[in-house]
């Protein structure tokens, strides 16, 4: 089993960044791919960045590119977002998730076997 746990969220003003982390358990962490999504209020969850299980590969969601980095720690069994240039409609609860299957990074929630609890992002105007 794949525990996930993510930290790092809050509130910041527009144009202001953030950093998210996911601290997984499990020793097998480092070879899934791992993603992040958000979800708004009454809205679905969405992808949002995902990584490769070496962090060769990343996929982002256009809404994100150019201002969201993933990366990860495989010895911290850690993987974070860093957002910047933060926008109103970046407002939701991230998640993290973990893709027992694939080793390169999807953008499917389906494809994903484990959930983090998910961490609220707020940016005001």
């Known amino acids: 089993q794949v525990q996930l746990v993510e930290s790092g969220g809050g509130l910041v003003q527009a144009g202001g960044s953030l950093k998210l982390s996911c601290a997984a358990s499990?020793?097998?962490?480092?070879?899934?791919?791992m993603g992040w999504f958000r979800q708004a209020p009454e809205k679905e969850r969405e992808f949002v960045a995902a990584i490769s299980w070496n962090g060769g590969s990343t996929v982002y969601a256009d809404s994100v590119k150019g201002r969201f980095t993933i990366s990860r720690n495989s010895v911290k069994n850690t993987v974070y977002l860093q957002m910047n240039s933060l926008k109103p409609e970046d407002t939701a609860v991230y998640y993290c998730a973990a893709d027992a299957l694939h080793s390169m990074p999807t953008i499917g929630l389906g494809g994903y076997d484990y959930w983090g609890q998910g961490t609220q992002v707020t940016v005001s105007s």
């Open positions: 499990g020793r097998i962490f480092r070879n899934y791919a």
